[in-house]
């Protein structure tokens, strides 16, 4: 399968704990976006890398929550002192508008992982 | 599996019907577009795009119309099947200088009925 992967696809956690996430992009892709989404809403924008470099952050990125790609590939997204209201489906898209087809830079999301906060 | 979006705007229709589903998006500086289904516990997959220099686009049983006029976009698929089944999300694209960050909109449920 060579589409984006996300891993774990599913995370219980207690209040309070760290979680990490990860992601594996396309593998031609150098754009990696993070978005949140909860039930019965559309996916919100948290932040966006270029090869390694983190380029944009929403004001939904609170300080508990980093985010790495540091070698350009995979990405981490971390979640310090997890609260309740961070449970959500956690969507990672990757891109290259280099490879879209007459420039359009169309991202590809991947399965997602599902993180419930008891 | 779970279900994505609970409270989202149902559209039913009877298999082998055209469907419409409807989007308004907010910002004119938006320069792209993209429609994507969402399937129960997926994440969303995409369907069609266009840009904003287009008005139409035609894919595989599938059709997109940009009016810029009052920033309204359609998805139009035609001979509904049973698997079109999902919940449909349009997303602008808006460039900020340093990324392409997507916005979605309200998403609309499908309900394709035999």
């Known amino acids: 399968d060579t589409g984006v992967s996300q891993d774990p696809r599913h995370k219980i956690t207690k209040r309070g704990q760290n979680v990490t996430f990860r992601c594996d992009p396309i593998?031609?892709?150098?754009?990696l976006y993070w978005y949140r989404q909860t039930l019965g809403q559309g996916p919100e924008f948290l932040t966006y890398f270029q090869n390694e470099a983190q380029l944009e952050k929403s004001r939904l990125l609170s300080d508990r929550f980093s985010a790495e790609r540091p070698k350009g590939s995979f990405s981490t997204l971390e979640i310090q002192r997890t609260e309740q209201g961070d449970s959500a489906m956690y969507l990672c898209?990757?891109?290259?508008?280099?490879?879209?087809?007459?420039?359009?830079?169309?991202?590809?999301f991947g399965p997602g992982t599902r993180l419930t906060v008891l | 599996g779970e279900s994505v979006g609970l409270h989202l705007p149902t559209l039913s229709v009877q298999e082998g019907d055209n469907s419409i589903i409807n989007c308004a998006y907010s910002?004119?500086?938006?320069?792209?577009f993209i429609w994507y289904k969402q399937e129960s516990g997926k994440g969303p997959q995409f369907i069609i795009d266009i840009r904003s220099n287009m008005d139409k686009r035609q894919g595989q049983r599938v059709t997109v119309l940009l009016n810029k006029t009052v920033k309204h976009l359609s998805l139009q698929i035609a001979a509904t099947q049973p698997g079109d089944s999902a919940v449909y999300f349009c997303a602008e694209n808006i460039n900020t200088g340093t990324a392409s960050k997507l916005t979605f909109g309200t998403g609309t449920r499908l309900q394709v009925t035999l």
């Open positions: 593998s031609e892709h150098n754009r």
């Open positions: 910002n004119s500086a938006s320069d792209y």
């Open positions: 898209a990757s891109s290259s508008p280099n490879l879209g087809t007459r420039g359009r830079d169309t991202q590809y």
